[in-house]
């Protein structure tokens, strides 16, 4: 048995991967256990759910993974610093510390973080090499052209490459500054949202703009070569300085500085977020052609956090060169933790790889589950009313029929994603029917901005009848955009522009969740519900009951199902609601 352990951390979204004589056993972020959203600590906490999950202690480990290559990075931000010095040496200054106790000192870190148990080889490969390792491996494709985009690793902020068998090549990258990544991530931070998390909110403001600045950013941001490098003009930026995104000269161009977060959005918020969107999509279009030209493959694999843009992703696979797509649903940085491990058992091991049909990412439900004793247990401590309904198909009609008549659902089953979506493991549910549920889960369930949309799961044997969507694709990861078909009668998903951010369900991967939605179908006609992530704003998603049950307690959700019990609003007394709402989750069971 080789066990090999694969870690992302320090910058955002940490995480930790276990894969097992090739098989991925589990993975998870860190955010999920310490509840701090986009989490950059060591994922302590996820590395010690992986080896409870796999049955190992930290001494049985064979290998330890790192997803990027420190040094690097401190050598860019070094020159980066001298570069534009005096500019941004104040700011280099504050991250000198963390680099002198941690960062550039990783090998002991990650050692002492062991408890001293792991004494073997600790393997650092760089970022987008991690990138590329998640996007091919886990693929069902036995050969594919690869494609990584992110705001920048150690100095690449795009690159491409091949995947044959159990080796990935990469042949060229895009070196920052020039990054596509942190393009769009100026007109996030410009528009008020949060950096390296807000760039989803940006791309669901986009419908509602127009691109007036489309030909302006063209013309004075960034100059688009055919093969999609980018050259940005450094003057309108201020990262390369560590202090922030945008400069003076960018907000006298758009007439106005950055939106402060929560100040009402505008007309011209929606348009910026409209022509980035429209540029970015072109950038990532000219890629694609590229690299299909220099590959000559008719597969292509994506991950990096650009490649989380689903409406980008929609025009590859509809107007690009390639015949099939496939995209890590954990792409940005957490992804890496996966990445690694599976680099050092194919690549530095070389191991066999047998793709499979669907793909080895199981669904990306590689995170915690819980059974239905210790479910008892806890509720039974807290004095919850509830029903156990042992029987999958009467669960699924009793439930189906609570969301037939417009109850909105927190749906607790199996295993936590792996990923920034919800797929069904930790998800709220409702009915898409109605023309006021949009509102409703926005304003009074998620608490946050009435423009976010909600995406679809569909049974995949029906996806067409209700989306312009090819018949032989899957978008099982909510990672692709289909327009929906006129007289759809399903408002609540779509957006304002007519589309819908897609997920596909299938029976092998998703089990009780299919078995859900086709209860569903049989009472409404409708084979699709709202999924969207079990959390409120700020928070991330839930992973135990006990943070299932206390989100349920203080939002306006009206069913609780855990496993197989089923828990209703209106049976709860008024203390035992008012004492979940008080009281903060905690990370365990109880």
């Not at 490969?125 to 494609?147: D, M, N, R, V, W």
């Not at 509102?439 to 044997?461: C, D, G, Q, Y």
Request: hydrophobic share 40%; net charge negative; aromatic share 10%.
């Amino acid at each position: 048995m080789t066990a090999i352990l694969g870690i992302s951390a320090f910058y955002h979204d940490s995480a930790a991967a276990l894969v097992v004589d090739g098989e991925i056993v589990a993975a998870a972020q860190e955010e999920r256990f310490s509840r701090i959203k986009q989490d950059a600590a060591f994922p302590a906490h996820a590395i010690d759910y992986c080896l409870q999950e796999a049955g190992l202690s930290v001494d049985q480990l064979d290998y330890v993974g790192f997803y990027e290559k420190p040094f690097l990075k401190f050598e860019r931000l070094l020159e980066t610093t001298l570069a534009f010095a005096p500019l941004g040496f104040r700011a280099f200054l504050n991250t000198i510390p963390s680099w002198l106790s941690t960062k550039l000192h990783l090998p002991r870190v990650i050692k002492q973080e062991l408890q001293g148990k792991y004494q073997k080889r600790i393997v650092f490969c760089e970022h987008h090499e991690s990138h590329a390792a998640s996007a091919f491996f886990p693929s069902p494709f036995e050969e594919a052209a690869i494609l990584t985009v992110d705001g920048v690793g150690e100095w690449a902020t795009a690159g491409y490459g091949v995947g044959r068998g159990n080796k990935i090549e990469l042949q060229s990258e895009l070196r920052y500054p020039h990054s596509p990544g942190l393009l769009y991530s100026a007109f996030t931070y410009y528009c008020g949202f949060r950096v390296n998390s807000g760039e989803y909110k940006l791309m669901g403001l986009a419908p509602y703009g127009e691109p007036r600045y489309a030909d302006l950013i063209r013309e004075k941001l960034v100059d688009i070569k055919a093969d999609g490098s980018i050259r940005l003009d450094l003057a309108y930026f201020r990262f390369c300085q560590g202090l922030t995104m945008t400069s003076p000269h960018f907000h006298n161009l758009f007439g106005s500085p950055p939106r402060q977060p929560e100040i009402e959005i505008t007309q011209r918020d929606k348009d910026l977020a409209a022509s980035i969107q429209v540029v970015l999509e072109e950038i990532l279009l000219n890629m694609v052609r590229h690299v299909h030209r220099e590959t000559q493959q008719t597969r292509l694999c994506m991950a990096g956090g650009v490649a989380l843009n689903c409406v980008a992703n929609s025009r590859i696979l509809r107007e690009g060169p390639f015949e099939e797509i496939w995209i890590q649903p954990a792409a940005g940085d957490a992804g890496g933790a996966l990445g690694v491990a599976q680099l050092i058992w194919h690549q530095l091991l070389n191991q066999p790889r047998t793709p499979q049909s669907t793909d080895q990412q199981q669904g990306s439900f590689l995170g915690p589950c819980f059974d239905d004793v210790e479910i008892q247990q806890f509720l039974d401590d807290r004095q919850i009313v509830y029903q156990l309904l042992s029987d999958d198909k009467q669960l699924c009609r009793q439930v189906a029929g609570y969301l037939a008549k417009e109850k909105v659902v927190g749906w607790f089953q199996g295993r936590m994603e792996f990923g920034p979506r919800a797929l069904g493991g930790r998800s709220i549910l409702a009915d898409a029917r109605g023309t006021q549920m949009q509102s409703t889960l926005n304003h009074k369930i998620k608490f946050r901005e009435s423009f976010r949309p909600f995406a679809p799961a569909v049974l995949r044997e029906r996806v067409t009848d209700y989306f312009d969507y090819p018949e032989e694709c899957d978008s099982p990861y909510m990672l692709q955009l289909a327009q929906v078909k006129p007289q759809a009668g399903i408002p609540a998903v779509t957006h304002v522009d007519g589309s819908s951010r897609l997920q596909t369900i299938d029976p092998k991967r998703h089990g009780l969740f299919h078995q859900l939605i086709a209860e569903y179908e049989t009472q409404t006609g409708v084979p699709l519900l709202i999924n969207t992530s079990f959390n409120v704003r700020g928070e991330p998603p839930v992973c135990t009951p006990s943070e299932a049950w206390h989100c349920f307690a203080s939002t306006e959700m009206d069913v609780l199902v855990l496993e197989h019990f089923v828990i209703l609003k209106s049976e709860q007394s008024d203390q035992l609601r008012q004492a979940a709402q008080q009281q903060p989750a905690r990370t365990g069971l109880d």
